[in-house]
């Protein structure tokens, strides 16, 4: 298992500015993910965090408007640019625990954000 | 893109009552997975069935796994006021015996009442 933190865990911010959400977790990890629930809906992964590497993104989701760091193995962040009302949402990281073949995800609690 | 789809999309009961979810998705998987979330939270695995199990337990919950009719099921025996809450399966998809990315489906919202 792991604790993991997020930050904010909600914000309201104006049309075009940008925010960025801190994800820490109490341990090492390889993989970090961070999705998008829309409201109402289902979890949509945004993209990958290995430490060291670029993030990779899925189809639909780009790095100039979804940038993403990590710096080390316990933190990431995901940076919401250029905000229009579309993008409200909540914004959620998980990791991968464990040293099973398959092994469940971990989430946090999402950051629930709301664009004017 | 989703690969799950739940069903009911909501479901009211009793407290004591059983509930059951279904998930049905399209692709050869590794193993699906459960997920609860409650209302303003993150969410919370339940439970991992391989694509080579049929049945698993963990307490109150029971999963079922149907990989000729691509299909799952979530029972919750004697539910509790505290099930309340919305319930995911996600899918592990199959890559060549590697673990893929999950892909959830839209969920089922559970309310039992007292």
């Known amino acids: 298992s792991a604790v993991i933190s997020q930050k904010p865990s909600r914000d309201i911010c104006q049309r075009g500015t940008s925010l960025t959400i801190q994800c820490q977790v109490d341990s090492q990890v390889t993989m970090m993910f961070w999705y998008r629930q829309q409201p109402g809906q289902s979890l949509t992964l945004i993209a990958t965090?290995?430490?060291?590497?670029?993030?990779?993104?899925e189809s639909g989701f780009v790095i100039d408007k979804f940038p993403i760091s990590r710096p080390n193995l316990t933190f990431s962040t995901l940076t919401v640019s250029n905000m229009s009302p579309e993008d409200s949402s909540i914004y959620l990281c998980?990791?991968?625990?464990?040293?099973?073949?398959?092994?469940?995800?971990?989430f946090g609690d999402g950051t629930r954000l709301s664009i004017l | 893109s989703q690969q799950g789809e739940e069903d009911p999309q909501a479901l009211s009961i009793q407290e004591g009552e059983n509930a059951t979810m279904n998930c049905s998705y399209k692709t050869s998987i590794n193993n699906l997975q459960w997920y609860r979330q409650n209302s303003g939270r993150g969410l919370v695995h339940l439970i991992l069935?391989?694509?080579?199990?049929r049945e698993k337990h963990s307490g109150r919950l029971r999963v079922t796994l149907d990989t000729s009719k691509k299909s799952s099921s979530l029972l919750i025996t004697a539910s509790r006021a505290a099930d309340t809450a919305s319930y995911f399966c996600a899918t592990d998809e199959y890559y060549g015996g590697s673990q893929g990315n999950l892909i959830f489906g839209k969920g089922t919202k559970l309310s039992v009442k007292p």
């Open positions: 965090a290995n430490q060291g590497s670029e993030a990779t993104y």
């Open positions: 998980s990791v991968e625990v464990g040293q099973l073949e398959y092994q469940p995800q971990h």
């Open positions: 069935i391989r694509s080579n199990e």
